[in-house]
């Protein structure tokens, strides 16, 4: 045997991907964690944010989280005062959440961690570099099309 064991598997593509990957999420946990948040919390308060007031039901499909852990999330949010659920004024079958001003703060902070969880994450890279790995990142992943 030549190589190294597992060399010709780390040396794929897939393999560096999902172990920088797991690398960031981990940055990312950690500093998200020190604001006392979670990912999915971050990822659900951005996107009330952006989209507020919502439907419960078009906030998860718009993050990609099933209905059941969706309501796990908003439940947490909503008793430490970060989130309103309230009957939604076009369909008052429905829940439109919104972010509360505690909401909004948490949230500032937690995008400031990520930022610099990223910024620890990609140190290796010249700015330029960071720049053009963000650019093939996005063609690879599909999200251009």
Do not use: Y
Request: net charge positive; glycine share 6%; aromatic share 2%.
């Amino acid at each position: 045997m030549s190589e190294a064991p597992l060399a010709a598997i780390r040396s794929l593509p897939s393999w560096l991907l999902g172990r920088a990957a797991a690398r960031g999420r981990s940055l990312v946990a950690d500093a998200l964690a020190v604001e006392g948040a979670k990912m999915w919390s971050h990822v659900v308060l951005s996107a009330v944010r952006d989209l507020a007031p919502v439907a419960q039901a078009d906030l998860g499909r718009a993050v990609g989280l099933d209905p059941k852990d969706l309501v796990g999330v908003l439940n947490d949010l909503q008793s430490a005062g970060l989130v309103l659920r309230e009957p939604d004024p076009n369909d008052r079958r429905k829940n439109a959440v919104s972010l509360t001003a505690s909401g909004e703060r948490l949230l500032e902070r937690c995008e400031k961690a990520a930022r610099e969880a990223n910024d620890a994450l990609l140190a290796p890279l010249t700015p330029a570099e960071r720049g053009q790995f963000t650019a093939l990142l996005v063609r690879i992943s599909g999200r251009d099309r």
